[in-house]
């Protein structure tokens, strides 16, 4: 369950038991077209072991359209008092076949345990590509993985997996007794979503995705992410 506030051009819910604001802005870009051409002339390659599929470095300056929006919401609803750092921006696209992810790809993850990292995830492609959702682990209770949390977290999962055993082949469908969904966003072309990297997450993959590399046929998306400076 959570609460939405409605404030000027973007949502805020606040997610679960942690109450963890997820910012929602729709038409984001003001030349989201151009983007996706953009994106068809990249190059994608893997990227470091975590993402399941395949990166290309994205142009940054196309956040500049909402700036001012941008330091709102890092200042008023993240709690930023520093200017922030634009650490990455890359077009991605989902590759990766259900029965080639390894074990931590079978579930929610945490981009990061520092909790001013803020991730900014730009849907390029529609609904029917899949949203996102965000889970508290169960026995933890967690819903943020934070560095003073790491070590038990882990301590669960590890214990899990020898009682219960590694979970099923494939994307997280949000059903496991292990994980609970606290909120699912739809995706939607030209929305971005942002929340604290911390934030247990996986992307809603449908039973019926295509995998493809093709930027016109697959989930095309811009993954950002901003560190107090």
Do not use: W
Request: hydrophobic fraction near 30%; aromatic fraction near 10%.
């Amino acid at each position: 369950m959570y609460e939405t506030e409605y404030r000027g051009g973007y949502t805020v819910q606040f997610l679960g038991q942690e109450a963890e604001p997820l910012v929602v802005i729709d038409d984001f870009s003001k030349r989201p077209d151009a983007l996706v051409a953009e994106a068809s002339r990249r190059t994608f390659t893997p990227p470091p072991p975590g993402y399941p599929g395949i990166r290309s470095n994205a142009p940054s300056e196309y956040l500049m359209d909402q700036a001012e929006m941008l330091r709102e919401i890092l200042t008023r609803v993240f709690g930023y008092t520093r200017d922030a750092k634009l650490i990455e921006c890359s077009f991605s696209l989902v590759t990766t076949a259900p029965d080639k992810l390894y074990s931590a790809q079978r579930i929610p993850h945490h981009d990061s345990t520092d909790p001013n990292l803020i991730a900014l995830l730009h849907y390029l492609s529609g609904p029917e590509k899949g949203g996102t959702s965000h889970y508290r682990h169960t026995s933890t209770g967690y819903e943020t993985v934070r560095q003073d949390r790491l070590d038990t977290y882990r301590q669960a999962l590890d214990a899990e997996e020898r009682q219960d055993g590694a979970l099923p082949s494939g994307y997280f469908n949000g059903k496991s007794p292990r994980f609970q969904r606290i909120a699912q966003t739809e995706a939607r072309f030209n929305r971005v979503v942002m929340y604290r990297g911390a934030l247990l997450h996986s992307g809603d993959i449908p039973p019926d995705f295509s995998f493809s590399p093709d930027v016109a046929a697959g989930r095309l998306t811009v993954n950002s992410f901003f560190l107090q400076g």
